[in-house]
């Protein structure tokens, strides 16, 4: 059994949604979506590895020894933008749902 997930939805007076996108849930079933990639998580010559966050006007990080390390920092960075949280655990991509 895995372990249980959380997933931060921001719910706006017009009933839009917007989170960093996860598949925990099926966002389908808020209506129509429209999802954005926030990040470009890539190696270097070297085998470092980079996460450019220049889809949403973000900065490049890094370098990272592993890739996931990369992810880890592409997560804690768009969690402080997105929710004003470093805790989420989500991919980056960014999605809107429209009622």
């Not at 973000?58 to 997560?75: D, M, N």
Request: net charge negative.
């Amino acid at each position: 059994m895995s372990e249980p997930t959380e997933m931060q939805l921001v719910v706006d007076a017009a009933g839009n949604v917007q989170c960093i996108y996860d598949e925990e849930l099926d966002l389908r079933k808020l209506g129509k979506l429209q999802i954005t990639r926030a990040s470009h998580v890539e190696p270097d010559a070297d085998g470092y590895w980079w996460a450019d966050m220049g889809p949403v006007d973000g900065p490049v990080l890094g370098p990272f020894g592993s890739r996931s390390a990369a992810l880890a920092a592409e997560r804690v960075w768009l969690g402080g933008v997105y929710f004003d949280d470093s805790s989420t655990s989500a991919p980056a991509e960014t999605c809107v749902a429209t009622p």
